[in-house]
């Protein structure tokens, strides 16, 4: 069975840093790519990066190039994203997805609060 | 990067059939071929319903087609049942690696 679980969101201040990591199972890990996508309370679907299978291509919306960073580990199916500078508006649930036929696979979630 | 356009919210009665439209760009929907379709429940993660424009995952129903024209891109819901009730989101790939997804449309079941 294919699961995709995040962790490491939390309560954080603004300027702050989390990682967060997105364990996956059930499928050959290194064949597929993982995108990040994050959502407000009670707003809509943003993309927010993506990592290949090998982890050589990487990619970020605008909104958060520069400052956060995403990664994998093959050898324990993880994929991470560091955020760092954070601020208010990047208080959403994260929730990471595998893509193949679209994005076929996603974690339920981890939220992200950004406050003082 | 911006978000595609969708509407706000359509709705019809059960049975009959609802399109939700997804406006973009040369640069996004016009451009590429990997438009998808999302269905997401208060509270849950979002469930792919179309990829590739037009393409449905095994066990999604066939209520649910997809279609492009243009710049804008269409899901349409035929015999609308109760359970179709539900936030629906598209996703244009726009190049170098990146994604966008619309403004997101709720679905009401009259």
């Known amino acids: 069975e294919v699961q995709l679980v995040e962790s490491g969101g939390g309560l954080v201040q603004p300027g702050g840093s989390l990682r967060l990591a997105c364990e996956a199972s059930?499928?050959?890990?290194?064949?597929?790519?993982i995108d990040w996508v994050r959502q407000a309370p009670g707003q809509g679907l943003v993309w927010v990066s993506r990592?290949?299978?090998?982890?050589?291509?990487?990619s970020y919306a605008d909104s958060v190039k520069g400052r956060f960073t995403i990664s994998r580990d093959n050898a324990k199916n993880t994929v991470y994203l560091q955020m760092n500078s954070l601020r208010a508006e990047d208080t959403a649930v994260y929730h990471c997805?595998?893509?193949?036929?679209?994005?076929?696979?996603w974690g339920q979630g981890t939220l992200v609060t950004v406050s003082s | 990067q911006s978000a595609l356009t969708q509407p706000a919210s359509v709705s019809g009665s059960p049975g009959q059939s609802v399109t939700i439209s997804c406006t973009g760009t040369?640069?996004?929907?016009?451009?590429?071929?990997?438009i998808s379709w999302y269905q997401q429940y208060p509270g849950k993660a979002p469930k792919v319903l179309i990829y590739?424009?037009?393409n449905r995952p095994s066990g999604v129903p066939d209520r649910f087609s997809g279609s492009k024209s243009g710049n804008t891109a269409s899901l349409t819901i035929s015999g609308l049942q109760a359970e179709d009730e539900a936030d629906y989101y598209c996703?244009?790939?726009?190049?170098?690696?990146?994604?966008?997804f619309g403004t997101g449309t709720k679905v009401t079941v009259l």
């Open positions: 590739e424009v037009s």
């Open positions: 059930g499928f050959t890990f290194i064949n597929y790519l």
């Open positions: 997805a595998r893509g193949a036929a679209g994005l076929d696979y």
């Open positions: 990592i290949g299978g090998d982890g050589t291509t990487k």
């Open positions: 040369s640069s996004d929907v016009g451009a590429y071929n990997y």
């Open positions: 996703s244009s790939y726009v190049g170098a690696s990146t994604n966008v």
